[in-house]
């Protein structure tokens, strides 16, 4: 394939040798305009010349935009899913934060681990939480803050697991 493209440099640096000769040697006025714009003309057909004239493979170039297009579409799926990646690992950081927060606030001392997933082409949320009391709990505190967890974040209390205090 870089054959193809020395060939068509070595053609474009020829075409601009002769028409840059045939323009020194040209008489002045009229003659040395129309040997200019004779020699643009041919510029032009020289770079915009079709690769096959070159002797360049057209399945080869085919193959080559399609690989180059694979490759992309493989760069853009790993952006996403990194991209997905971070934004489950932020919202499961800033939910268990909250979580802990509004634990505080109701007496609780806590930590929050939050699992989060995106339902069917949905955006990804909160589906679980574990709750790891550092000290025994109040039962209506617990109580109170499962409600709260449900209503704020849509976990049910089967989707709130509480570990042992210690």
Do not use: H
């Not at 008489?27 to 040395?32: L, N, Q, S, Y």
Request: with cysteine.
């Amino acid at each position: 394939m870089t054959e193809w493209i020395r060939q068509w440099l070595v053609g474009v640096a020829a075409a601009g040798t002769l028409v840059s000769a045939a323009c020194a040697l040209a008489p002045p006025g009229a003659g040395r305009r129309a040997v200019r714009v004779a020699g643009a003309l041919l510029m032009l057909l020289v770079i915009v010349r079709v690769p096959a004239n070159t002797g360049a493979p057209a399945a080869g170039l085919a193959a080559a935009g399609e690989a180059y297009r694979a490759e992309f579409e493989d760069r853009r799926a790993g952006a996403k899913e990194a991209e997905a990646r971070v934004m489950n690992d932020l919202i499961a950081e800033r939910t268990a934060a909250y979580i802990v927060s509004e634990a505080g606030v109701r007496g609780l001392s806590l930590t929050a681990e939050v699992t989060v997933r995106a339902e069917e082409g949905g955006p990804p949320a909160p589906y679980a939480v574990r709750l790891r009391p550092r000290t025994p709990q109040a039962p209506d505190a617990v109580r109170g803050l499962e409600e709260w967890i449900a209503g704020t974040f849509g976990i049910p209390a089967e989707r709130q697991n509480w570990a042992a205090a210690g």
